[in-house]
């Protein structure tokens, strides 16, 4: 069965202050990892697609790595405006492109 | 383009009342879905579209039905609304070939009393 799980649930940051989101995923053959941010009361909103281990992406202060158990979203310097929930999902088996979602990392970068 | 957009974007229901949340796409995308959000459980997938006319049952699909008469219009009903589905609804939808990933809502609070 496929499924995701992040860690930590909260993360508590000083602005500045460089960490990592994980996503350890079990999925029956890799097909997509996603990564999205959500601002509270907001709909997802989509950052990142991964395919294959060793694949990296960047936007900014964000960059998000994948191996073959995990990915990793890294935030390098952040500022408060970066605080929000980071979603992490994977392409799900059975195809029509379905998304299995984990429970998300609430992010809170202080001043 | 305005996206994915999402009507109301706020309900209360009494238990036992019906309504339907109405999602609109302007992208021509193929594959549309909703999904409810709840505290410390992620998104799960109520039911989704491959294309106009047709619907199938993602995971937590009891309670709900779908229509797609249109290709840019999915619309969630509820026909006798329980406590259990007080949430926050998420459509989405995606192009269905060469691009994966999903487009979000803003979405719908559902308080169910």
């Known amino acids: 069965e496929d499924q995701v799980t992040q860690s930590p649930e909260a993360l508590r940051l000083q602005e500045g202050e460089s960490s990592s989101l994980n996503c350890s995923y079990t999925v029956s053959g890799l097909r997509g990892l996603f990564w999205y941010r959500q601002d509270p009361g907001k709909g997802p909103e989509f950052l990142f697609t991964l395919y294959s281990a060793g694949e990296e992406k960047e936007k900014e202060r964000l960059k998000a790595t994948l191996t073959k158990k995990e990915s990793f979203l890294h935030i390098t310097a952040p500022k408060p405006e970066d605080s929000a929930t980071y979603l992490c999902a994977v392409r799900a088996s059975g195809g029509y492109n379905k998304l299995i979602f984990g429970a998300g990392t609430r992010l809170a970068v202080h001043p | 383009n305005a996206g994915v957009t999402q009507t109301p974007k706020f309900r209360v229901l009494k238990t036992g009342q019906s309504m339907t949340l109405l999602c609109a796409q302007d992208m021509n995308h193929e594959y549309m879905y909703w999904y409810r959000q709840d505290p410390g459980m992620g998104l799960r997938l109520i039911h989704y579209?491959?294309?106009?006319?047709?619907?199938a049952k993602g995971e937590v699909p009891d309670g709900y039905n779908v229509s797609r008469l249109k290709k840019q219009n999915f619309l969630l009903g509820l026909e006798s609304a329980a406590p259990s589905q007080t949430s926050v609804y998420f459509c989405a939808s995606n192009a269905g070939t060469g691009s994966y990933e999903q487009y979000f809502g803003p979405g719908t609070r559902l308080t169910v009393t």
């Open positions: 579209s491959v294309g106009e006319g047709t619907t």
